[in-house]
C-alpha cells in the first residue's frame, strides 16, 4: 500500500488568487492522479500527471487554470489559479490503480473560496 | 463511455442490521473494481479491490462480489455499527480508459445507534 500525506487539508481562500497543494507519497510511483469534488457530487478526474513529462488534462480542465508539477516520482503540486467561489471543493491526489492496481487516496484538500 | 450507478443514494439502517450495496457499470470491459469509504470532507480509504477475474473479495464484516458480465457488484456489510456511517464509492478502472478510475455517486450510509 502507499501512504499519502496532502497538504493543506483545508484552506478559506479570496477570489482571484492561487492555491497551492502538494501531494507527498511514501514510495516511488509513475502515474499520480489529481481530482476534484464538488460539493454533494462523485469525484472528476482533472488530470494526470506522470514525471518528466507534462500533466495530460481531462476534458473541461486546462492547464492555465490548473498547472501541475511532477518534479519527481514521489511528489506532486496541483495550483488553483485565479479562483471563484465555483472553485470550492474538495481536491484528492491518487496514486496508480487502474489495470489490477489498487488506488490509493490522499486525505483530501477542502478549498472554499469567498 | 463508461458509466457508473450506485443504488441506494442514502440509505438508513439500526446498528446489527446486514446491508448490501450496489453498484452497476455499462461497460464490462475493465481491469478491477474498487470499493472505497469518505468520511464527511475527507478523503478516500480503500476497502476493497476486486480484479476482473475475481468474483469476490471478502474483509472483516466486509464482502464485495463482481459479476463482470452483468456490468454488478455488491457490498455486504455485515452487523453495521455506527462507525460504518459514510460515504461508499464503487469505481471500476476502465481499459478503454487506461488508468484511470470512473466513480459513481456514491452511497451515503447511517447506522443509528
Known amino acids: 500500500s502507499a501512504v499519502i500525506s496532502q497538504k493543506p487539508s483545508r484552506d478559506i481562500c479570496q477570489r482571484g488568487t492561487s492555491l497551492t497543494i502538494q501531494c507527498q507519497v511514501d514510495?516511488?510511483?509513475?502515474?499520480m492522479f489529481w481530482y476534484r469534488q464538488q460539493p454533494g457530487q462523485s469525484l472528476t478526474l482533472i488530470a494526470t500527471a506522470n514525471q518528466g513529462s507534462e500533466a495530460t488534462y481531462e476534458s473541461g480542465f486546462v492547464i492555465d487554470k490548473f498547472p501541475i508539477s511532477r518534479p519527481n516520482l514521489t511528489f506532486s503540486t496541483l495550483t488553483v489559479s485565479n479562483m471563484s467561489p465555483e472553485d470550492s471543493s474538495i481536491y484528492l491526489c491518487s496514486v496508480e490503480g487502474g489495470r489490477g492496481i489498487e488506488a490509493f487516496f490522499g486525505q483530501g484538500t477542502r478549498l472554499t473560496v469567498v | 463511455k463508461q458509466e457508473v450507478t450506485q443504488i441506494p443514494a442514502a440509505l438508513s439502517v439500526p446498528e446489527g442490521e446486514n446491508l448490501v450495496l450496489n453498484c452497476s457499470f455499462t461497460d464490462s470491459a475493465i481491469y478491477n473494481l474498487q470499493w472505497f469509504r469518505q468520511d464527511p470532507g475527507k478523503g478516500l480509504t480503500s476497502l476493497l479491490l476486486i480484479q476482473s477475474s475475481q468474483r469476490e473479495q471478502t474483509s472483516g464484516r466486509l464482502n464485495a462480489s463482481l459479476d463482470k458480465s452483468s456490468g454488478r457488484s455488491t457490498l455486504y456489510i455485515a452487523a453495521s455499527q455506527p462507525g460504518d456511517s459514510a460515504t461508499y464509492l464503487c469505481?471500476?478502472?476502465?481499459?478503454?480508459?487506461?488508468?484511470?478510475?470512473?466513480f459513481g455517486a456514491g452511497t451515503i450510509l447511517r447506522v443509528k445507534s
Open positions: 514510495s516511488q510511483v509513475t502515474m
Open positions: 469505481a471500476v478502472s476502465d481499459m478503454e480508459y487506461g488508468n484511470k478510475l470512473v
